[in-house]
């Protein structure tokens, strides 16, 4: 497997209070099925998508019960340094660097306008396995905070991205990009629509064959439907918070609509 330019999502995971309940959930949503419980990494379960690896959940360690939700990593030759941009940009170190056995070395870090992510230096583990256009598969991710300036200065210093703006009015959203033409994820920023004790957070989207019925199976199991279903020019999405609270997002992208936005290149 060819290694990853640092900035790259890499991998998610997700804790739950309630494993059983996220496996069973996501199980019927997302078609994934669960590998062997880690003992040694604090019941780490793998997900997969067509026998390959996906996603992963672990129950909270103690003290840090709270709601669930989704955390995205992004790619780094030494996580080390990565945790030295961080802070050198005004991000805060949550986890310091740490070895995960030979699997790899991460830490959990926070943008200076709140946003929570992870930093992962693949060892053996070399993040998705999946396809971007695979049933189950992460497929895409947005930044969604209220104070963008602060994300569009602090992600590009850290991971070297170039940025791109949407030049719709409607919305204030960017694409930050590695290399000339490869999209690394959104940012959008959180409009008054957002209750105000909603934290800013990356949203992380998963390939789904159809998003109608990836929506009923999930609001029947228990999820919240957030928003949509809506046609885009990049999929027919959705936007859902599991039973226990994780926000994500449902994807078809077979099914589109429109033409693609408008982008210019932000210096």
């Avoid at 709270?66 to 949550?94: M, P, T, V």
């Avoid at 919305?171 to 490869?182: C, E, I, P, Q």
């Avoid at 999209?183 to 957002?194: E, I, Y």
């Amino acid at each position: 497997m060819a290694v990853k330019p640092d900035g790259t999502p890499i991998w998610a995971d997700a804790m739950f209070s309630d494993v059983e309940g996220a496996k069973s959930f996501y199980g019927d949503v997302l078609g994934w099925t669960f590998g062997e419980e880690s003992t040694e990494f604090g019941n780490y379960t793998q997900a997969y998508a067509n026998g390959k690896a996906a996603a992963a959940v672990v129950p909270p360690m103690p003290g840090q019960e709270g709601q669930s939700q989704w955390c995205l990593y992004f790619a780094s030759s030494d996580a080390g340094a990565s945790a030295a941009k961080i802070r050198e940009n005004g991000g805060e170190i949550l986890m310091e660097p740490m070895a995960v056995g030979e699997f790899g070395s991460m830490c959990l870090a926070r943008d200076p306008g709140g946003v929570v992510f992870g930093v992962w230096q693949p060892g053996t583990h070399k993040g998705f396995e999946t396809e971007m256009d695979q049933h189950g598969a992460f497929c895409w991710s947005e930044i969604f905070t209220r104070e963008p300036e602060k994300s569009d200065a602090f992600f590009p210093a850290v991971f070297g991205y170039g940025q791109q703006q949407m030049e719709d009015g409607e919305m204030d959203f960017r694409l930050y990009t590695l290399g000339a033409d490869t999209m690394a994820l959104g940012r959008m920023k959180m409009t008054s629509d957002f209750p105000p004790d909603i934290p800013p957070w990356i949203n992380v989207y998963f390939n789904v064959p159809d998003c109608d019925d990836a929506v009923a199976k999930a609001t029947k199991l228990g999820g919240v439907l957030r928003f949509g279903p809506m046609t885009s020019p990049f999929g027919r999405f959705a936007a859902l918070s599991d039973p226990q609270g994780a926000n994500f997002s449902v994807i078809d992208t077979g099914t589109t609509e429109g033409d693609m936005p408008k982008l210019s290149d932000v210096s």
